[in-house]
C-alpha cells in the first residue's frame, strides 16, 4: 500500500502533517508523519519537512535528525524545532540505568510514572522533566555529576527551559523540589524491580509503585497517552 503513494501524495500528506491546528491531534500528526518516513526510508531519500529547508535553519552549529526528520540544534535549540512526537519517540527508546537492567525499562515510563505521583499541579512539568534527554541522551548518574560534565549539564538545562517554553511550563523552586523528592525515591522502586543484585545498592522505600517495564512501543502509547491527559490544547 504504502508502497503506491507517489510523489504528490507525499507531499500533500507530509505539509498537511506539519500543521498544527484545533481539528489535527499532535498523536495524528505524528502517525502521518511516521508513514511519510517510512515510505522515503523505503525509496532511500532522506524525510524533510516544510520549512526545514537549509536558509530557514541558518548557521546554528552541530545537530542531529530527529526521528520525524527534522534537523535539531541541541546547543542552540528554538522552540519551533521542539515537537512532542520526536520526545515521546526517543524518551520510549532510551533504556535507563545505561541498559544494565534485566528488562527494558525507558525514560518515556519512568517519566509518565514519575508525573503521576507529584501533586497534581506539577504534573506537566513532571512528564517532561527528562524531556531533554530526547536530544542529549541519557547520562549516567556517576558521569552526568562529575566535575568535568558541568558543560553538559548547563546544556541540559537551557534545553529543558527551551521544552518547557515550547510547551507553557513555568517551572518554580516548589515545582522543581516536589518532582526532586518523586524523582529521588522512585530509583528504588527501579532497583528492586529491574537491577541483578539490588543488595549492592543502598536501597530505602521508594513509593512502592509497580514497574511495568513495558517495551517501547508500549511505553511510546503510555507517554502519548499521559500526554494527551495533562495537555489538552496541544492534543
Given at each position: 500500500m504504502?508502497?503506491?503513494?507517489?510523489?504528490?501524495?507525499?507531499?500533500?500528506?507530509?505539509?498537511?502533517a506539519a500543521i498544527m491546528d484545533h481539528n489535527t491531534s499532535a498523536i495524528e500528526q505524528w502517525e502521518v508523519q511516521s508513514l511519510v518516513a517510512?515510505?522515503?526510508?523505503?525509496?532511500?531519500?532522506?524525510?524533510?519537512?516544510?520549512?526545514?529547508?537549509?536558509?530557514?535553519?541558518?548557521?546554528?552549529?552541530?545537530?542531529i535528525q530527529t526521528f520525524t526528520g527534522r534537523r535539531f540544534h541541541p546547543l542552540s535549540p528554538q522552540t519551533t524545532d521542539i515537537v512532542i512526537e520526536d520526545i515521546a519517540h526517543a524518551l520510549s527508546m532510551i533504556c535507563r540505568y545505561a541498559g544494565h537492567t534485566r528488562k527494558f525499562y525507558s525514560v518515556a515510563e519512568h517519566s509518565v510514572i514519575v508525573s503521576l505521583h507529584v501533586p497534581p499541579e506539577y504534573a506537566r512539568e513532571a512528564l517532561l522533566h527528562d524531556a531533554s534527554e530526547a536530544y542529549i541522551g541519557d547520562v549516567s548518574r556517576p558521569i552526568k555529576h562529575s566535575p568535568i560534565m558541568c558543560e553538559?549539564?548547563?546544556?541540559?538545562?537551557?534545553?529543558?527551559?527551551?521544552?518547557y517554553e515550547r510547551?507553557?511550563?513555568?517551572?518554580?523552586?516548589?515545582?522543581?523540589?516536589?518532582?526532586?523528592?518523586?524523582?529521588?525515591?522512585?530509583?528504588?522502586?527501579?532497583?528492586?524491580?529491574?537491577?541483578?543484585?539490588?543488595?549492592?545498592?543502598?536501597?530505602?522505600?521508594?513509593?512502592?509503585t509497580s514497574i511495568g517495564a513495558l517495551p517501547p512501543r508500549h511505553a511510546l502509547h503510555v507517554f502519548a497517552q499521559r500526554f494527551r491527559e495533562l495537555f489538552p490544547e496541544a492534543a
Open positions: 504504502i508502497h503506491q503513494l507517489d510523489d504528490e501524495d507525499l507531499r500533500a500528506i507530509s505539509e498537511r517510512e515510505v522515503l526510508r523505503l525509496r532511500g531519500q532522506p524525510a524533510q519537512w516544510p520549512g526545514d529547508d537549509d536558509a530557514s535553519r541558518g548557521d546554528r552549529g552541530p545537530w553538559y549539564r548547563r546544556v541540559e538545562a537551557e534545553l529543558t527551559c527551551a521544552i510547551f507553557g511550563i513555568k517551572s518554580t523552586v516548589e515545582s522543581q523540589q516536589a518532582i526532586d523528592v518523586v524523582d529521588q525515591a522512585l530509583p528504588h522502586d527501579e532497583i528492586k524491580a529491574l537491577m541483578a543484585d539490588p543488595a549492592m545498592f543502598r536501597v530505602r522505600k521508594g513509593l512502592d
